[in-house]
């Protein structure tokens, strides 16, 4: 196969994963109505024993959908798109790029409650770089759904790997679930950590031990 037809074939094999993670993240557009929505809102109050045309509710409904607009904006965010624009011109930089401490606000899927945290987010270029906030934008796109966390941790290396295609990609997230800590078995203080590791991050442990260390290892802090 000459130079240029392997290079097609690879644009070509690009252009099909990313359309394959278009498909799979697309947001569902059958919605019912915002009308529709604060009457559910509605009817989860006189459910919960009170009077939602009571003078302190009367605006409740209103302002849950509201809420709920901005808890799950990322149904409505593509996070393939996120990533589209990348860098070249890096002067041949190779190591790690990492991104710690981005603030994961999400919600349980089962019992939609919050879930907070932090995420940890590094990949090793091969040729190309994204733009830091871009790296934080697909965290957020991920985490404003409901979600678990080990879903979520996979579809952010996932994500990174496939549009990027870099030598490695790791990512780690540590968060409180409020499912855990305000009902159920209401153990405070409890953290989970969930990871994946992906490429370099995998098969070389020298470079899964630089990248914990220089986040804090929190695997080992949970273990």
């Known amino acids: 196969m000459t130079a240029p037809t392997l290079q097609n074939a690879e644009t070509k094999a690009a252009e099909t994963r990313l359309r394959g993670l278009q498909r799979l993240r697309a947001p569902d557009d059958r919605r019912p109505s915002r009308a529709e929505a604060e009457e559910a809102v509605r009817t989860l109050l006189r459910w919960a024993g009170d009077d939602p045309e009571r003078e302190g509710l009367a605006g409740t409904p209103d302002r849950v959908v509201r809420s709920y607009e901005e808890f799950f904006a990322g149904y409505d965010v593509d996070p393939v798109a996120i990533l589209q624009r990348t860098f ?3 002067d041949g930089y190779d190591e ?3 991104l710690r401490d981005i603030r994961v606000e999400s919600y349980c899927e089962h019992h939609m409650v919050p879930i907070i945290g932090r995420a940890h987010v590094a990949y090793l270029p091969r040729r190309r770089v994204v733009g830091i ?3 934080a934008r697909l965290v957020e796109a991920y985490a404003k759904r409901l979600q678990i966390q080990e879903k979520m941790t996979a579809q952010i290396a996932n994500t ?3 549009v990027l295609q870099p030598e490695g990609v790791a990512v780690v997230i540590e968060a409180q679930h ?9 153990k405070t203080g409890v953290t989970m950590v969930t990871s994946r590791m992906l490429g370099a991050f995998r098969t070389d442990p020298s470079t899964r031990r630089e990248f914990l260390t220089m986040i804090g290892n929190p695997v080992s802090r949970a273990e």
């Open 96 to 98: 790690m790029v990492i």
């Open 133 to 135: 906030s871009k790296l």
């Open 88 to 90: 070249e011109e890096t």
């Open 178 to 186: 409020q499912c855990m800590t305000t009902r159920g078995i209401h």
């Open 160 to 162: 990174i790997d496939e």
